[in-house]
């Protein structure tokens, strides 16, 4: 478990996490409401030289942004609850960019079975746990690299 104890120790996890990132990874965010999924992708994108503004895509779904390197796509799927609907995202899975996908469980069914999912605890107002889950071997040495630079700072 990481503990979050204010923005600036989420902005440290995300330079963390990126570092270790590569082209085609899927990061998979869960948590209540406002436990700050979009403030991680934020700084996610952040430290991937992205210089937009990053805000949740509730209402597009998908936002891409380009970044230094790669590019970034931030999916928020909290509205395909009850949708069938397949808005080919299969094509973002295979770019070369990194994924953020928020309300990952409203899509489960088309995700690839390799992925890093982040889950985020409400500890309190400005308090976070995150819980690191790894599905394939790649992310399973992200985790590992992330959560024991984290824990050394």
């Not at 299969?90 to 489960?108: G, H, L, M, P, R």
Request: glycine share 6%.
């Amino acid at each position: 478990m990481i503990s979050i104890k204010h923005l600036d120790d989420m902005n440290r996890f995300a330079g963390i996490l990126v570092k270790h990132l590569e082209s085609g990874d899927l990061i998979l965010l869960n948590g209540d409401l406002g436990a700050g999924k979009t403030t991680l992708t934020q700084f996610i994108g952040k430290h991937l030289g992205v210089k937009r503004n990053i805000n949740s895509p509730t209402f597009n779904i998908i936002k891409s942004y380009k970044g230094q390197s790669l590019k970034l796509h931030h999916m928020d799927c909290y509205r395909l609850e009850d949708s069938d609907e397949d808005l080919g995202f299969n094509e973002y899975f295979e770019d070369e960019a990194i994924t953020v996908i928020e309300w990952s469980q409203f899509i489960e069914d088309l995700l690839p079975a390799t992925q890093l999912i982040v889950n985020i605890k409400t500890v309190s107002e400005t308090e976070r746990e995150i819980e690191l889950i790894a599905k394939g071997d790649h992310y399973s040495k992200v985790k590992e690299e992330v959560e024991r630079e984290f824990t050394t700072y």
